[in-house]
């Protein structure tokens, strides 16, 4: 499910709100707190960082991630 989401999202011009994202695949919040570090992790930009604030030692893929913090 995520790299038909990074596949979506890559080939977008302007990039989408959380809400958008979550609507578009039907995410749960639960899903979405999954899938967001690894959009922020590929480059994705996302118009709302605030929706999930995550520090990294709270991050599920703290150990594959190379971002300072999420949104940074």
């Not at 999954?34 to 703290?62: A, E, Q, R, T, Y």
């Amino acid at each position: 499910m995520i790299d038909h989401i990074l596949s979506y999202l890559e080939n977008r011009k302007e990039s989408l709100s959380t809400d958008d994202i979550k609507r578009k695949f039907n995410l749960t919040d639960q899903e979405w707190n999954i899938v967001f570090p690894f959009l922020i992790s590929k480059g994705i930009k996302i118009n709302s960082f605030d929706s999930l604030n995550l520090k990294c030692s709270d991050c599920p893929i703290k150990n594959y991630c190379n971002k300072k913090r999420c949104g940074g």
